[in-house]
């Protein structure tokens, strides 16, 4: 039976990228493909969202920014038995206003479920499934909206039934 070389005394060395995976000649270098694409092309990320309605350059700086971080944080902590409606009466009004405007404005451009880390507000992204293959920014939008009650009522529907050139409504958001 042979006994083990040192490694340094060997004379054929073989190289392993533990880091790295083998390229699929299938893959397209293209970039990044989504099992599951947006549901919405959003117009703009919550990091710019929070950035207009806190009229802030530098989020982490801003001291809104840090309390909305540390309320966040705090709610998160309750685990199971946090409830929202009792949670909120401990935020400042202006304070609440403002992330209830930050919450409408992710919500429409498809980022739902904000939460802290590491100092960041972190947010998930809705994306399609078969049913709805596309969206618009009125798919997930809360403003009120004359347009919006005309389709969730079905009433748009009626219109487009009756009179096929019937032109359709700007969204608020155009």
């Known amino acids: ?25 299938r893959l397209r270098p293209s970039g990044r493909l989504l099992k599951k694409p947006p549901l919405i092309i959003p117009e703009e990320l919550p990091g710019t969202t929070m950035r207009r309605i806190l009229h802030e350059n530098i989020l982490e700086l801003s ?5 909305i971080i540390g309320y966040l944080t705090t709610y998160q902590r309750q685990g199971e038995n946090r409830r929202w409606d009792e949670f909120r009466n401990k935020i ?11 919450l409408i404005e992710c919500r429409r451009n498809g980022f739902v479920g904000p939460r802290a880390e590491n100092g960041k507000i972190l947010w998930r992204q809705a994306v399609s499934t078969n049913d709805i293959q596309n969206g618009d920014l009125c798919t997930m939008c809360e403003r ?3 347009r919006r009650e005309k389709i969730n009522s079905g009433e ?19």
């Open 1 to 25: 039976m042979s006994e083990f070389e040192p490694v340094g005394q060997t004379h054929a060395t073989k190289t392993y990228n533990q880091g790295k995976t083998q390229r699929s000649p």
């Open 63 to 67: 001291a809104d920014y840090q309390s």
């Open 92 to 102: 400042p009004p202006p304070l609440l206003k403002l992330w209830g405007d930050t």
């Open 144 to 146: 009120e909206c004359r």
């Open 156 to 174: 748009w529907k009626w219109i487009k039934s009756l009179n096929k050139d019937t032109p359709e409504q700007r969204s608020c958001w155009q």
